[in-house]
């Protein structure tokens, strides 16, 4: 098993220091509202949501851990929803940074180049598979992933002249007007009037409950067929779409990987179609599934690809890279003020070259599949734990209610109550992760890519307590 050697740099002794204490927890935290989140409750918008679950007031942080205020220490296995590929304040990224500062370079440059910029560019190529990078071009976008989205729609439509997109259930593409056109979930768009135009959904291929009600490869041909049907039937009622989006491990969706063969499948029907095919890499790209891109286990080639969250090694930028046969947009088609950001792109290069020179995809792909070995085997314990998926450091744990009786496809009802109970319990025992998926009943764990064999195991331990606290034992056994 690989430990990359990114493990050994050090943030000045920091994260060292935050590990010890971490380690050296002895009880759970107990958790009590302090100025600074009363004043963030009283004044900022309704529509906030991390500080609802994970109430803490942050101070300092270093590789995968955080400090809040109180000085209490926490493991970060949400990392900024995927974007700290590095963990925080990795010392490349530091030394990028004050290097743009010290040479005294123009900050933000809207889209004019500067040799940051330039070396950026060759740094991001260079990830690129070989048949993607020869053909492609790039547009830098604003600094969110929802705008890189935005730009992948003008694109395909403006090269095909349609206007129908294909999307995904389970779909999260980014919360502008859009991009939410996109989403599968339903409660953010239900008080928006029209937002459901123009999109199409299509079935996911969600194993665990797969809208056939069927399994493994059953379900994936039969996915494969509708969309077959969707896009070669005269009468399906569908117009010719502009393009299909979708992620390959879909994220807020549940942490469903789409398997190989059906990713090939959905490549191979919108070639026949001459739909171009958006992948939605934002969270998946650079390492985090175990290769550079999440296409890539799949050997396909997409049209367009939307990147954000690593690639600005913790600061906002975003990108989308897509065959040079769709380079048929006019100037300023798609703008934005910030897409010059400096500070992003010298970041964003030295996290591209850190990844790659130490191998990360191949830690991340180490590293999850020990934790995935490790909570299969927690889940022979607790039925609760329905399923167990990902790949790489993409990690979801879907949690059930196995005596509620089988939903419409015979596995056991989702249980919101406990997945939330479990997040609480790991906060409290020093572990930051995330909800998601149908009913927010599937725990996610996304930590930096710097993540090592101690650290998993430590982890693992703070989950299977965690699971143990929230009422998982006992009768609910096996």
Known sequence: MQTSTATTVTSGGIDDDLGRRHDALSRPYDFASNALLERQSARESNARSYPRRIPLALRRAAGIYVEDVEGRVFIDCLAGAGTLALGHNHPVVIAAIEQVLKDGLPLLTLDLTTPVKDR?????????????????????????????????????????????????????????????????????????????????????????????????????????????????????????????????????????????????????????????????????????????????????????????????????????????????????????????????????????????????????????????????????????????RGRGLMIGVEIVDPDAGPDSHGRPKANPALASRIQRACLERGLILELGGRHGSVVRLLPPLIINERQIDRVFEIFAVAVAAAGSQGDSRR
Request: net charge neutral.
């Open 120 to 388: 950026f560019m060759q740094d991001l190529f260079d990830t690129l598979p070989s048949e993607l990078a020869r053909d492609a071009k790039v547009q830098f976008c604003g600094p969110t992933g929802a705008d890189a989205v935005e730009a992948a729609l003008k694109l395909v439509k403006t090269a095909t002249g349609r206007g129908t997109l294909l999307a995904f259930h389970g779909a999260y593409h980014g919360m502008t007007q859009g991009a939410l056109n996109l989403m599968g979930s339903l409660s953010p768009k239900r008080p928006l009037q029209g937002v459901l135009q123009g999109a199409q959904f299509l079935p996911f291929p969600y194993d665990y409950r797969c809208p056939f009600g069927l399994r493994g490869d059953a379900g994936v041909q039969a996915g494969l067929a509708y969309i077959g049907t969707v896009l070669d039937d005269p009468e399906s009622g569908v117009p010719a779409p502009a393009g299909m989006i979708f992620e390959v491990i879909q994220g807020e969706g549940g942490v469903i990987p789409a398997p190989d063969e059906w990713v090939r499948g959905v490549r191979k029907l919108t070639t026949q179609a001459n739909v171009p095919m958006i992948v939605d890499e934002v969270q998946t790209g650079f390492g985090r599934t175990g290769r550079m891109f999440a296409f890539e286990h799949a050997g396909i080639t997409p049209d367009v690809v939307t990147l954000s969250k690593a690639i600005g090694g913790s600061l906002p930028l975003s990108v989308v890279i897509y065959k040079k046969e769709l380079n048929t947009w006019l100037p300023g088609a798609h703008a934005g003020t910030f897409r010059g950001n400096q500070m992003a792109m010298a970041a964003g290069s030295a996290t591209l070259r850190f990844i790659r020179a130490e191998g990360l995809p191949e830690q991340a792909h180490a590293m999850g599949a020990l934790l995935v070995r490790k909570l299969r085997q927690l889940q022979n314990e607790y039925s609760q734990l329905g399923d167990v």
